[in-house]
């Protein structure tokens, strides 16, 4: 059975084609770094927004015109799990990722639920024989069920954090099964609404304490995927104990945890942080702990995690400025972790959507790799900082000086001159090398 009959296999033609289902920007075979660019930016299909997102929202109900919406139950499951690797191969997407629950009904007790997952992981696995397509990432649904009120790991109640340590201990089992590169926690309901009722400090050992018995876990059963934090600083709890990466950080290494894990960074909840995207990978960057991007963006005009297909240049090009930086993802990748919108709800629309996020990754990629190439924004905030490379400077950096000898020198200054940052001569050059980029696109 076909699901996606409207589709045939979506290819590259180039910024000149009008074809709706065709990558204007996005050349899998393109070479980036040394690397086809299916290769480099490793793209992911989510499996909860594109198979089980029914458009629903606080106001409405669900509007999603799926071809096996007929179905129900296991049936439904089975027929998603079709679907998603028919997808899959029109897309021509290297890797997809899901929750426990998006791939297999949750049923009345634990032992039934495992079941269901059981048969579906099966499915899966056979599908994946004959697929490009691999497991990027899994990870456990946490935060839906009412059991999860109050959290998992970090809740009140020692039955919830035991019942989340079997789904944990059970989805590490289905990440090896499938080969997943990595597995993600996201701490949905890990935080707290109000400290009048938390003890913060037990929360966050048994969090701690947590992690710790799933990399133990995890050697026992010889499962080397790369552990993967997702930070969020709101929704649903209104305080999340893994805010940012600076506060995901600090804990980890706090705990003696930061050697076992990297960060999974979102877009959308760098913005729910008060940070750009940017920000958030630069910050993981730095400290050797970028792993994986769930690629997606807000909407500024709303408060909330929007979960929007990544069509923002800017945002796509800084982003891969970082990723480049980093010499790529490794075992991570760019997983939409994104929506349609409510009213795109033809099955069409899903092809779209990614298509749009692909080339616009595609595209920040191309411009991303020009200014690293020309060094035109590494010259200038090396001379920017030139100062700590010679005199006084490069005594502070090597630590050979001290307030003492600093204090004597600063005696000396009469006049102290700065440089100007030229914050908007370098958008400019942003600018002028994103359209550059383009134009020669099109002349090719």
């Known amino acids: 059975m076909s699901y996606f ?66 179905f129900s139950g296991m049936d439904l499951a089975k027929a998603r799990v079709e679907a998603s690797f028919e997808f899959y191969e029109k897309l021509n997407v290297p890797y997809f990722c899901f929750h426990d629950f998006d791939v297999a009904p949750e049923a009345d ?25 691999k497991l990027l990432w899994n990870t456990a649904n946490m935060f839906s069920h009412p059991r999860w009120l109050h959290g998992a790991a ?48 037990l929360e966050l050992d048994n969090l701690a304490r947590f992690f710790h018995m799933a990399i133990d876990y995890s050697k026992e059963i010889g499962y080397d995927a790369q552990f993967l934090i997702e930070p969020k600083p709101k929704e649903p709890t209104k305080h999340q104990y893994d805010f940012d990466v ?63 297909f990544p069509t923002d240049l800017y945002s796509t090009t800084l982003a891969m400025y970082e990723i480049l930086k980093n010499d790529g993802l490794k075992t991570g990748g760019l997983n939409f972790d994104a929506k349609v919108r409510r009213g795109s709800f033809d099955p069409e629309d899903l092809f779209h959507s990614h298509i749009a996020g692909m ?16 060094k035109v924004l590494d010259n200038f905030v090396a001379d920017r900082y030139s100062s700590y490379t010679e005199g006084i400077g490069l005594d502070i950096v090597e630590g050979k000086t001290n307030f003492h000898k600093l204090e004597q020198y600063a005696f000396q200054l009469d006049t102290i001159e700065n440089k100007s940052g030229r914050q908007e001569y370098l958008k400019g050059i942003l600018n002028k090398y994103i359209l550059d980029t383009f134009a020669s696109v099109s002349v090719k």
């Open 5 to 70: 009959k409207n589709v045939n296999h979506v290819k590259y033609e180039g910024s000149d084609s009008t074809n709706p289902f065709a990558y204007k920007y996005y050349n899998p075979e393109e070479t980036v770094n040394g690397k086809k660019m299916e290769e480099f930016l490793r793209f992911a299909v989510s499996y909860w927004h594109t198979f089980t997102g029914e458009g629903t929202d606080p106001f409405g109900q669900s509007t999603m015109v799926r071809p096996y919406n007929m």
């Open 109 to 133: 007790s634990l032992s039934e639920t495992f079941k269901n997952l059981d048969e579906i992981v099966a499915m899966i696995k056979e599908y994946m024989k004959t697929s490009k397509t």
């Open 154 to 201: 970090t809740s009140p109640n020692a039955d919830v954090f035991a019942y989340a340590a079997a789904k944990v201990k059970k989805g590490l089992e289905i990440g090896k099964e499938l080969g997943s590169e990595n597995y993600v926690f996201w701490g949905g309901r890990e935080g707290y609404d109000t400290l009048l009722n938390t003890n913060m400090k």
């Open 246 to 308: 600076a506060t995901s950080l600090a804990f980890l290494q706090s705990y003696g945890l930061k050697d076992h894990f990297k960060f999974n960074i979102e877009a959308n909840h760098a913005t729910l942080a008060g940070h750009t995207f940017e920000h958030e990978l630069h910050v993981a960057r730095i400290n050797g702990m970028l792993g994986s991007v769930d690629a997606n963006q807000g909407d500024t005009l709303l408060g909330w995690d929007t979960d929007e």
């Open 359 to 374: 080339d616009s990754f595609a595209i920040g990629t191309k411009v991303a790799q020009r200014l690293i190439e020309d």
